[in-house]
């Protein structure tokens, strides 16, 4: 049996600001389409990811700022961290951990993540 994640809702407070911070760090648009007053779905893919993330009104049950701990891999994240930097997000300094290297970013409402660079294997 295959499970593949592809889609993760993300509780928010403005839907605007929190689309436009994920277009700051990056994350490619795919949708943004509003059904009518009550109902707005938003879905933004991280570059390279097989899952994306959903923001809107109307979808979502969980309170904003409710979901911590999102983990994304990525292959350097000193390049990683200093592009994020550039474009304005706020990273945590990077901490050296025996699996692996991470450092971490909020958006707007409190949601957090973390990068995380995969220790050699061999």
């Keep these: 049996m295959d499970l593949k994640l592809e889609l993760v809702i993300i509780p ?3 839907v605007d600001k929190a689309r436009d911070f994920y277009k700051q ?3 490619n648009v795919d949708h943004d389409q509003r059904e009518n007053d009550d109902l707005r779905f ?3 893919t991280p570059p390279g990811s097989a899952c994306s993330i959903a923001l809107g009104q109307g ?3 969980g309170d ?3 979901v911590k701990g999102l983990q994304a891999v990525v292959a350097d994240i000193e390049a990683t961290r200093a592009d994020l930097v550039e474009r304005g997000v706020d990273v945590s ?3 050296d951990l ?3 290297r991470f450092a971490g970013f909020s958006d707007p409402d409190g949601n957090t993540w973390a ?3 995969l220790p050699a294997r061999g």
Excluded: A
Aim: hydrophobic fraction near 40%; proline fraction near 8%; charged fraction near 10%.
């Design 25 to 27: 760090v990056g994350f």
């Design 42 to 44: 938003v879905q933004l």
């Design 64 to 66: 904003p700022g409710s």
């Design 98 to 100: 025996d699996w692996g």
């Design 12 to 14: 928010v407070s403005d």
């Design 93 to 95: 300094p990077i901490q």
């Design 115 to 117: 990068l995380q660079q």
């Design 59 to 61: 979808i979502v049950e």
